[in-house]
Structure formats: structure tokens, C-alpha cells
């Protein structure tokens, strides 16, 4: 099988943590605080659309931007949510989630050899879909400023060849979101570097403590961003992989080649559903929301209470507390406290070898979980605290 | 809504300590809270929501929701014979709606025969009682928000980015 594997293909699997996560799949009775999504099952006005648009043989091809309706539906949602105005036939594009979407518009503006920033830690898939569209990602290590990309740090890490940053705002792993001030200042120097913005902003309405603020309503950012988003985590919709692609008009067209001839359209069923979603999803979203908020608080108080410190997470719905007090790494953390104690947890270092001494906790679980897990890693610490 | 009566309309077993921990009050607040609703009658009572169909040596109930048209009384409309409907024990919901008829009770027995000797000898005679028209249940389905079948589990995967 020599050579048969492109070597950039090759070279891409984060090793460790494989093992890890199969570990994990293969352990029966594991109490998972590692899961990435909603514990809520879609809302029932959302399947039900899916279904019903089945039942009437909605099954073709749409338009390879995604279903018209579906589009002015956004343009709408978008204008009144945060004031941002897109023109539904040129400027968005529909995307098999944001996964997709960071995959095209990497794609599609990146020379061999342009850097783009990942400040980290952060999801998983920026830096391999970097790499593979030829491109070289730059981490920018946020860990000395509590996670948190900082100007002049920026500033540091951009170069002539310094092509785009990829902001995700709540963050995961972290959990931290930014002030509109805040955002302003790192606009700032973006636009002074002419980089380019790719958002994604897949957490927007999981904000807790203050207002999301969409990168592109920032003054002069929208013809220098690509705003990405999706339906999964807001709506509970992960399975249906959907999200959208806002952003100017020429990077848009661009993008949508590559999306017709390699995905050609988002399947039918998710971009019906997802209209109803758009439609009437807003109640479900701050239910949803709102028991999100009441867990944070109950997770980061009991994690600080039984020793693991921990910052209040401004939104997503992971907890990222330090595990340095047990002197162990990450992983060894995590891999004795699901041997012992049967709890999963994802060890910081899967997002970045800078968040070595961290762990990333769901708290997209039901209380009943939630407790259960702090009691068991109460006990795992029992003795291990320094 | 206050949330501490959203989480105890969820789940009515709730502890102090939780909910305090989920809101950020301190226990003794919620606690003052709580007793200041079950005061006011707000809280009116906690109990269990029991799937019968699964207890082995429940007694047999049968349950009908009865349309009952009502003559108004002056002064008064339908309150006063209103709550000489809902005060029978056999009675555990009683509602006034629009429409053709005008009271929506539901009355529960442990046989059809009884259920019947209430509608017959109780209600039907009672004076400023026109007439009803019985629907004996079937089947619940879902009761209160209440879904009756046994939730599949979660089939999310244990890890995931």
C-alpha cells in the first residue's frame, strides 16, 4: 500500500486521541460529558417539516445555492437578527454545515503557501483543511490571556503572506465569546492587514452574558468576512448537517463552484426542515437556552467546588477547567478518570497542544448526568489535588 | 415565569441545593421563595405523574369526558353549578368552555357501571343540568405535557468534537 495515501492526507491524523475516543466508544455504562452537540432532540416543528416534505415527494436537487426560499427565509432572519443585509441570490450560499463551509472558502482563497491564522485552542478541523488546501496554518497561542485573542498578539502573528484568520466565537473548546468592543479592536487590526474574516459563529445563540455580535456588522468588516453559520447547534439539527455561507459576492461565487461540483446541493429534506427552523425555531432556542444557562452555572460552580478551577464560559456549552492541581496531562487525566470512575471527557490537547492541562466539559447533558459526573470525578480527585 | 417555578414545573422533586446551584441564589432564598408560592397558592401541590397502564396492581379506572350543557343562573352563571359539579369526588377536572356545550368534565370510576351511575343518579338530574354527552377514553396518549410511552434513549455518540 506504499504511496497510495497522498502524504498531506497521511500526515493528518491527530494520533493520540484516536485511541482515545475509541476507548471511550468501547467502554459500556461511561456517564459522556465529551459529546459536541445538543442532548435535545430536534424540536418536533422541525422533523415534522422534514417528514412532511418527504410525504410530498420533495426529493430532487435544489439549486446548487439551496432552495430560494430557503435563502430569502435567512436573508430575513439575518437582516432582523442582527442587521445584516445579504442578498439572498448572490451573497449566501447553503452548506452542509459550517464544516463545509471552512472547507470551500479555504479552498477557494488560498495559494499554496498563504497563512492563515487559528488561534487556538480551537475545533479541530481548521488546521488539517488548512493544510490540505495548500495553505499553512499559523496558531495563534491564546492560553496567556484566559483564552482570548488579544490585538497586539495579533498583530505579532501576521505577515505579508497572512491571508485569513478563522474566528469561532463562543469558542469550542473554551467556551469564551468576545464583546462587540472587543471584536472592534481585533476588526481593527484585520483590516489594517487586509485579512480576510472567516466566522464561524455556529454558537451565536448560545451567548450568555452579553449580546453574540455578528463579526460582519463590525464597521467596514463585512466586505472582508465570510460569515459562517449553521442550524446544528441552535436548532438541535447536527444530524441534518446544514449551515450557511454569507460573504461577498465574488468569494461567494467562487465557493459555490466548488459546492456544485462536489456536493452539488444540501440534501433537500434538511434545507425544507431548516426553513421551519428559521420560521418558528425561536421558541425552542431560548428554552434550550435557558436550561443551558442554569447548567453552566450548576457545572462551573461544583467543578470549582471539588477543586478543578474554572472560568465562567460566556457561551457554547463546555466548561474548560484546569486539571493541573492532579500534576497529570490531559490525557493521562482523562484516561484514568474513564478507567476509574467511568466519565468521558475530551482532554484539552485533542484542540491544540497549548491547552495541555485543560479538559473540555459538556454540559449539553441533563442535570441528573451532570451530577452523577461531579460525583464520580469528586471521588476520582479524592487524594490526586495537590 | 420565575425559573424556580419553571424547574419545579419539570420536576417537582428539585432540591433546594440544585436549584440554587442553577440559578445562583443561595439555598435559603429559594427556599423563602417557594414557601412565599406555596403561600400564595401559586405552588398548589406536588405529586407524581403515574403511568397506570405499567403498575401491576393498580385498580382498574375508567375515565370519560362528559360535555355538559348548563341553564345560567342569574346573578351567578355557572359557577354556582359549577361547583356543585366538581365538588363529587368522581370529578377530577371540570372546565368551562365555548361552544356548544358548556362545562368539559372529566370523571373517573373504577368500571364503566360506575362511571355511568354518577352520569345517571349525579349529574344528569341535577338541577339546571340540560343534558350531557359522554366519551369514555380509550387510550392516553400524552397527559400534562406528559408523553406516556417509555422515551427511546439518546443516540447520540459517546465522543465527538
Known sequence: MKNIIAKKVEQMQPSGIRAFFDLVLGMKDVISLGVGEPDFVTPWPIREAGIFSLEHGFTSYTSNKGLVKLRLSLKHFLKHKYGLEYSADEEMLITVGVSEGVDLVLRTILENGDKVIIPVPSYVSYGPVTELAGGIPVYLNTKEHDFKITPSELEKVIDKKTKAIILNYPTNPTGVSYTRRELEAINKVLLKHKVIVITDECYDELTYDFAHTAFATLSGAKENTVYLNGFSKSYAMTGWRIGWACGPKEIIAAMTKIHQYTIMCVPITSQMAACEALVSGKKAVEEMKREYIRRREFVVSELNRIGLICFMPEGAFYAFPSIKRSGMSSMEFSQALLKEQKVAVVPGTAFGASAEGYIRISYASSLENLKEALNRIEKFLKGRIK | ?161
Request: proline share 2%; net charge neutral; aromatic share 6%.
Open chain 2, 1 to 161: 415565569m420565575d425559573e424556580i417555578l419553571e424547574i419545579l414545573e419539570k420536576d417537582g422533586r428539585a432540591s433546594l441545593e440544585d436549584i440554587a446551584k442553577l440559578l445562583k441564589k443561595k439555598p435559603e432564598d429559594v427556599r423563602k421563595s417557594i414557601k412565599k408560592y406555596e403561600k400564595e397558592g401559586a405552588i398548589l401541590k406536588y405529586k407524581a405523574v403515574i403511568n397506570r397502564e405499567l403498575v401491576k396492581d393498580a385498580e382498574a379506572e375508567v375515565r370519560a369526558l362528559i360535555e355538559v350543557n348548563l341553564t345560567p343562573q342569574k346573578d351567578l352563571g355557572f359557577d354556582r353549578v359549577a361547583e356543585r359539579i366538581y365538588s363529587f369526588p368522581e370529578v377530577s377536572s371540570c372546565y368551562l368552555v365555548s361552544g356548544t356545550y358548556d362545562l368539559l368534565i372529566i370523571v373517573s370510576g373504577k368500571d364503566i357501571q360506575t362511571v355511568a351511575r354518577f352520569i345517571a343518579e349525579k349529574l344528569s338530574p341535577m338541577e339546571h343540568v340540560k343534558g350531557v354527552v359522554t366519551h369514555f377514553l380509550l387510550k392516553k396518549y400524552k397527559e400534562d405535557g406528559v408523553i406516556l410511552k417509555q422515551q427511546e434513549d439518546n443516540k447520540r455518540i459517546a465522543i465527538s468534537y
